[in-house]
Nanobody
Framework: QVQLVESGGGSVQAGGSLRLSCAASGSIGGRVCLAWFRQAPGTEREGVAV???????IYADSVKGRFTISQDDAKNILYLQMNSLKPEDTAVYYC??????????????????WGQGTQVTVSS
C-alpha cells in the first residue's frame, strides 16, 4: 500500500513563497507519474503540476513561471515550490500518484493514490 503525506502549507501574503512536500511510503513500482492538485471551496479539484516518468514537467497555465515541481528520489519526496503567490492560489493542495503511467494527465480520476491535503492561504 502506498501512502502520501503532504506538509508545508500555511498562510502567506501575496507575493510570498511556500514549499510543499509530499512524502511517499510503500512502493508503487513501474512507471509512475506524480502530480500536485488543488481544490478551492466550491470548485473542482484542478491539476497544478505533473512530473512524468521521463522527468518532464507540465504546469497549469495559471502557475507557469511561478511554481516548480521536483522530486528527491533518494528520499521519496515530491516538492512543489510556489513563488509569487496570489490570493487565487488559496486552496487545499494534494499530491497524487498514478501507476502504469504512460501519459501525463491533469485528470484527477486517473490517479490511484492521494495525500490528505495541506491548506495554502494567500492574503492580499
Amino acid at each position: 500500500q502506498v501512502q502520501l503525506v503532504e506538509s508545508g502549507g500555511g498562510s502567506v501574503q501575496a507575493g510570498g513563497s511556500l514549499r510543499l512536500s509530499c512524502a511517499a511510503s510503500g512502493s508503487i513500482g513501474g512507471r509512475v507519474c506524480l502530480a500536485w492538485f488543488r481544490q478551492a471551496p466550491g470548485t473542482e479539484r484542478e491539476g497544478v503540476a505533473v512530473l512524468n516518468t521521463r522527468g518532464s514537467k507540465i504546469y497549469a497555465d495559471s502557475v507557469k513561471g511561478r511554481f516548480t515541481i521536483s522530486q528527491d528520489d533518494a528520499k521519496n519526496i515530491l516538492y512543489l515550490q510556489m513563488n509569487s503567490l496570489k490570493p487565487e492560489d488559496t486552496a487545499v493542495y494534494y499530491c497524487a500518484a498514478k501507476k502504469n503511467c504512460f501519459t501525463s494527465s491533469f485528470q484527477a480520476t486517473v490517479y490511484n493514490y492521494w495525500g490528505q491535503g495541506t491548506q495554502v492561504t494567500v492574503s492580499s
